[in-house]
C-alpha cells in the first residue's frame, strides 16, 4: 500500500540561492538520550530521515557535535546519495564533552576542524549552510563574533561553504555579522511563549533574510499555555499543531526544523502545521508570550 502524500506547509524560502521548503527537519532528537550515543531504534531513525525527503523537505539541520557524529553518520547513511533539491544545514561553534556538556569551540583551529568534520561525516565537498553558534547553555552572550565568523568567511572563500548563518546570537552579533560578510539565515530560541527575538525576525524579513527558531515547541520543557490548550481545543487539535501553524503565520521568514524520531510524529507535525488559525486565534495567541 502506498503512503498518502502531504502537502508541506509554508511554500519555500531561498537561502541565497538554495531553495528550501519552510517546513524543515531537524536531525537533533536522531542521536541518543540528551543528544549523547547512538538512537535506540538505528532502522527507525533512518526511516525518519528517508521519509522527509521522500515527503518533499529540502531543509534538513544538523551538526556534527550532535552524537557527536551520530546524525551526521545517520544522514549520510540515509540519505547518500543526496537529492539536488536537498540541502544540509550544520553548526560549528560547540563541542560535546563527557558529561554532555557543550563547551565553546570558537577558535580559529577549532571552527576549522569542525567544519571538516563535518565535510567528513556527511561525505561533502562543500557545505552548503554552517551556522556560527554563539552564546553558551543559558542563551546569547554579548561579545564580538569577529574573529570566529571571519574564520567562517575565510573557509568560504576557499569553496568549503557556500552561505553563512549565526545562532544563538544577539541581534548586535547579527549586525556585526553582516558587516563582515552576507548571512542568510539566523538560528535563535523562538516560539510561541518565547517572544524575545520579535523586533529581530521583522527586520530580517525586510532584508530577505530566514528565521530559523530552535525549540519551537518548547525543546525539553514543551509548552505549556491555557490559551494555547484553549484554542487547541476550539480547533480539535493539539496544542503542538497550534504552536506550529502559528509559527508560519508568524512571519513569511520563519522556516520550521521541528525534530522527531518517529515518521507517525513527523507527518503530524507536517499536517498540524498547516492548520488553519483565524482571526480570533492569533489574537489570542499573541498575548501568551507578550
Known sequence: MSTPTLSLPGGTWPLGDLTVTRFGYGA???AGPWVMGPPADREGALAVLREAVDLGITHIDTSDAYGPRVTNELIREALRPYPESLHLVTKVGATRDEQGGWPEARRPEDLRRQVHDNLKSLRLDVLDLVNLRLGNAEGPQPGSLAEAFETLVELQQQGLIRHLGVSNATGEQVTEAQSIAPIVCVQNMYNLAHRHDDQLIDRLATEGV???????????????????SAVAARLEASPKSVALAWLLRRSPNILLIAGTSSTAHLRENISGAGLSLSHEDLTELDVIGR
Open 28 to 30: 537533533m532528537q536522531l
Open 210 to 228: 530566514a528565521y530559523v527558531p530552535f525549540f519551537p515547541l518548547g525543546g525539553f520543557t514543551p509548552l505549556q499555555s491555557s490559551a494555547l
